[in-house]
């Protein structure tokens, strides 16, 4: 009673809560900081919000951004792999890639053909402050029932939803399409809470991370699995580890050339691999975000590929690499010279794709002993440190990725004045346009108003070409030649048509998020095209609307109540 009486009179004078609460460690304080300032930065007001954001969906994508930013994802990609709600199997999110690359329905016709690591990333992650073993019970299941590759996936139709029946059934294919070249396989599961430590997961918990193991080898009995328990200690570290820092890179010889902040040196292969590389686990990882503005992706057992390779690991006595290699060239807004170091803050390598592959698959092909070691090499790359502005970042890409045959759409993604024009006229609008992958979300930009290549490609493609099909099937194909490169982004569009498009398809897939009748439920991005380009030929009332009259449509009356009627049609 003595003590109820002393909380009581504590309470009256303010200093306990009525309802007391558990005390928060130092990192679930910290964390929780950086989550609100994270969230005001991506989604500014909608948090809260009724037609807006949730705190547990913001803590998905938050989860979701920090575990899969060694991929380099961008915002877009991040949510296409989203699949919680009804059905999900107790799956948040699920992402396939290939060589650390996230693969899409199209992307499959241009899969490599060697050295291939498949990679199944699984999310769950709950507001909790601790973890649940039936949240374990639940993923073991659901990968018994899904991954198999015979798995009938429509027959689970009533069981699973539509979107992660869709992510399984490209993962199935993608195995199947590169079985012939015994691909790695490895499962990625994360569940995440706002437990003090992932520590804190109870020992039977744990245990069920080892059956999920067992199911997953039924399937594969050569797969992998690496499962980790995410506090808020360990989301802290990703989410501290996630802000760029800048790479050091050791010279060998230089600056054989020096002006203005730019140089050229002789890099050792060995600290090349290092600088392209980090440490994950035993193993080390190709940094993906450095070559984010290349415009070439790899190019696989290419002839050129192939004669790199066998200079590698066949080197010839009295020649060095770089007099065989045309080497790479690095842009950077900072690189600072120390001795022999130079440390270059956000490097973006624009030539010499296919030549840091090759080095980087050399050198973690040989035996781990040799490769802690990392093998005694003394031969050279010649490595081209460019610090450059915005403008001239564009000329450079230009002209540096004009040798060797390229998707003209990639390079002009980059280096076309026209998508510059595109990008300044849209930030009068509030739409920050990524023609360099992620650099306005690294920039701190809210969420909704980053607008990628391929989002606006799919907009325009459904909108003012009247294609849907098109921008929901085959959105990486939109770019890929010049002929439909161009049909999307035509000089003889008013700069207006694409902000636009831009409006009123987020319009649409926040109308589908919120208040999407039942019935499309589970479909909402197998529509979301159909209904931009439907609402578009109502509002304007014609079949075909000319590019030059869809900017002149007055968006202030699509509001839900029109978006519902036009669905019935659609």
């Not at 590169?178 to 599961?189: K, M």
């Not at 498009?501 to 998020?513: E, S």
């Amino acid at each position: 009673m003595a003590i109820n009486k002393s909380v009581k009179a504590q309470e009256k004078k303010g200093r306990l809560p009525q309802e007391r609460k558990k005390i928060l460690s130092n990192d679930q304080t910290v964390l929780e900081h950086i989550l609100q300032e994270w969230q005001k930065e991506v989604y500014q007001d909608e948090v809260d919000d009724p037609a807006g954001i949730t705190p547990s969906e913001a803590f998905e994508l938050f989860s979701a951004d920090q575990i899969l930013r060694k991929y380099d994802l961008d915002y877009d990609e991040i949510e296409s792999g989203i699949v919680d709600g009804e059905h999900d199997g107790g799956i948040d999110s699920i992402y396939v890639l290939v060589n650390g690359k996230l693969i899409s329905d199209e992307a499959i016709r241009h899969l490599p053909k060697s050295d291939v690591r498949i990679e199944v990333v699984v999310i769950q992650s709950k507001t909790d402050t601790g973890f649940n073993e039936g949240v374990m019970n639940n993923l073991i299941t659901t990968a018994e029932e899904l991954f198999g590759l015979q798995t009938n996936l429509d027959e689970l139709e009533n069981v699973y939803n539509d979107k992660l029946r869709e992510i399984v059934g490209r993962f199935q294919e993608i195995y199947k399409h590169l079985a012939s070249s015994f691909p790695e396989l490895n499962f990625e599961y994360s569940y995440v809470t706002k437990a003090k430590t992932g520590e804190d997961a109870s020992a039977n918990v744990r245990r069920k991370a080892k059956a999920l193991e067992k199911v997953l080898k039924e399937h594969f009995d050569k797969c992998t699995l690496d499962f980790q328990f995410l506090g808020a200690r360990e989301l802290y570290e990703l989410a501290r580890r996630s802000q760029r820092q800048p790479i050091p890179l050791k010279f060998a010889k230089g600056p054989l050339a020096e002006t203005d902040g730019s140089c050229v040196v002789l890099v050792h292969l060995r600290d090349y691999y290092q600088f392209i590389t980090y440490a994950s686990n035993s193993e080390r990882q190709l940094r993906l975000e450095i070559f984010e503005s290349n415009v070439r992706d790899y190019e696989g057992d290419i002839d050129v590929n192939e004669d790199i390779h066998r200079t590698l690991v066949e080197p010839v006595q009295g020649e060095d690499f770089w007099w065989l290699n045309n080497g790479v060239t690095i842009l950077t807004t900072e690189a600072t010279s120390a001795g022999e170091q130079l440390t270059i803050r956000d490097p973006q390598i624009v030539n010499g794709l296919q030549t840091s592959v090759e080095i980087y698959r050399h050198f973690s092909n040989l035996p781990k002993k040799g490769r802690r070691k990392l093998a005694p090499d003394n031969r050279n790359i010649l490595v081209r440190v460019i610090k450059c502005s915005d403008a001239s970042r564009s000329k450079i890409i230009k002209a540096t990725n004009y040798q060797t045959k390229i998707p003209i759409a990639s390079l002009m993604a980059t280096a076309d004045p026209f998508q510059e024009m595109i990008e300044d006229y849209l930030k009068g609008q509030t739409y920050f346009y990524e023609r360099r992958k992620n650099f306005y979300k690294n920039l701190k930009k809210p969420k909704r108003q980053i607008v990628s290549v391929t989002f606006l490609a799919q907009a325009v493609m459904a909108i003012v070409l009247q294609e849907p099909n098109n921008s929901r099937g085959r959105p990486s194909d939109l770019l890929r030649n010049k002929g439909a490169y161009e049909r999307v982004f035509s000089r003889d569009y008013p700069l207006a048509l694409f902000a636009t498009c831009i409006q009123l398809t987020k319009r649409v897939d926040g109308f589908l998020r919120r208040e999407a009748p039942l019935y499309v439920k589970g479909n909402e991005s197998n529509i979301r095209f159909q209904l931009a380009m439907f609402t578009v030929m109502a509002k304007a009332g014609a079949l075909t609307p000319s590019p030059s009259s869809i900017p002149k449509l007055e968006l202030e009356n699509v509001d839900s109540t029109f978006l519902k009627k036009c669905l019935k049609h659609v």
